[in-house]
């Protein structure tokens, strides 16, 4: 049941957009058990204060999967005419992309296009297409390219040709099914992400082309991550809850609002709750006036200001130093935020391995085993500065690192399905050196800081 009706929605700018991202209902079977649980996300979505201008499905809305395709088309017809009867799509447009239940081999992929006739066909496969809408172009692609390698593979030719054909446009935003960075350490090439060269060229050509954000679902969460400046927002909780680690991930949709100020995004789960959020980009000031960073001005913060979901924290570090040119591969701290009671660190960071890479390791429950995430190597025997942040509001994404204000964020890589919003803040803070751990062996390390908080209520 949902909590409040209705439902508060991310509000856009004049001349901005606000639309619907969903995926993976795994639906279309009358009585079957995702009937229920989608029938719920559905009414969430209806119970939003602003109805969207369109939805994007991010595929598998039916769960396929057979060699039968009347069995198809059954459920395809029973998705669209009875689970999305709710919706009026000549007023509110529905846009699909292809599915691992929906187009997995040629006779289903047939039966796809089939039912999907309404869609545009301006793609090289019948599959892929792109929509224009004023100064946003939304471009679907088929991550179940036959030419390519079939699922997991993507074709970045005809996605780099649409996107220099409306380079014009102001807002580029990209859809899929499969995601490109591994989503709570799903990883795998081609069954869980796309294949790693195919996922390069993809990430690429979106880079190049300045896209904003790719948007997937496949692995059953709810992820935001950014990697060279585009986010990777995955939304796959349409229906499917019976595969979700119920105290990992939840049934939800996104809600996003886009204009000319950047990108907003929230996940609000089946009861109308908001779970995770963050607006993009971020518009820091220059790192040179940054303050310098004590343990004493380290403890100004409220010990829950990582913890609170209505809003949203970023703190962000300068670090800069001269790395040692040993090739001792001991770990080596730069920040160490303790916890009481002799528990392990809450944050450490530092420097670990023969590569001498940037490792944050997040230990928010005592005794249970620290989850970590890799950065970038730091270069050996030299000079080095690089910016690592936490952003309570993005989950596992949020653990960012970029070498410069010139450069773009990413996030540091890990396996986790949590991340900043777990950990309390420290009232005890180390620079250079831990408890138990080695300390930084290089020198000149000094270490610059700031912090913004933000409220989703500012953007509603």
Excluded at 224 to 249: D, K, W
Excluded at 375 to 384: I, M, T
Aim: aromatic share 10%.
């Amino acid at each position: 049941m949902l909590t409040r009706n209705p439902l508060p929605s991310l509000r856009a700018n004049q001349g901005g957009h606000h639309f619907v991202v969903y995926g993976d209902s795994c639906s279309g079977v009358p009585g079957a058990p995702h009937e229920a649980t989608f029938r719920q996300v559905n009414a969430a979505i209806g119970a939003l204060d602003a109805p969207p201008e369109f939805i994007c499905f991010l595929g598998d809305e039916i769960m396929g999967l057979t060699t039968d395709a009347e069995q198809l088309r059954r459920q395809w017809q029973y998705f669209f005419d009875s689970e999305m009867a709710w919706l009026d799509r000549d007023v509110i447009p529905l846009y699909h992309c292809t599915g691992n239940h929906s187009a997995y081999d040629p006779p289903s992929a047939a039966v796809y296009r089939e039912v999907m006739a309404h869609l545009p066909r301006n793609g090289a496969d019948g599959l892929s297409y792109f929509v224009r809408r004023g100064d946003l172009l939304l471009v679907f692609v088929n991550t179940l390219d036959s030419s390519s390698g079939g699922e997991g593979t993507v074709d970045s030719d005809w996605l780099a040709e649409v996107l220099r054909g409306q380079q014009d446009v102001r807002h580029k935003l990209v859809f899929g099914h499969h995601p490109v960075w591994a989503v709570n350490g799903y990883a795998g090439d081609y069954q869980r992400v796309i294949e790693r060269e195919s996922g390069r060229r993809f990430w690429e050509t979106l880079r190049r082309h300045d896209v904003l954000a790719y948007f997937c679902s496949h692995i059953l969460a709810f992820d935001l991550q950014v990697h060279a400046g585009v986010l990777q927002i995955c939304s796959a909780g349409a229906g499917t809850a019976h595969r979700m680690p119920p105290e990992q991930e939840y049934l939800h949709f996104a809600q996003v609002a886009l204009d000319d100020s950047g990108l907003r995004c929230q996940s609000l789960d089946r009861r109308g709750h908001m779970r995770e959020w963050l607006n993009w980009p971020w518009r820091l000031p220059p790192a040179a006036n940054w303050a310098a960073f004590t343990p004493g001005a380290a403890r100004s913060l409220p010990a829950d200001c990582l913890q609170a979901s209505e809003t949203a924290t970023l703190v962000a570090w300068e670090i800069s130093g001269i790395m040692t040119d040993d090739a001792n591969a001991h770990p080596q701290t730069l920040l160490c935020a303790e916890a009481d009671g002799g528990a392990l660190p809450w944050l450490w960071l530092g420097i670990s391995g023969v590569d001498q890479r940037l490792t944050a390791l997040l230990s928010p429950q005592a005794n249970r085993s620290p989850h970590r995430w890799l950065g970038p190597p730091l270069p050996a025997g030299g000079r080095f500065s690089i910016q690592f942040a936490l952003h309570s509001g993005m989950g596992p994404g949020g653990l960012l690192w970029r070498w410069s204000d010139a450069q773009a964020w990413s996030s540091l890589l890990g396996a986790s399905p949590w991340g900043a919003e777990r950990l309390p803040w420290s009232r005890q803070w180390r620079i250079g050196e831990a408890a138990g751990e080695p300390s930084f062996r290089g020198q000149e390390l000094s270490l610059k800081w700031h912090r913004e908080g933000y409220a989703i209520s500012d953007y509603l």
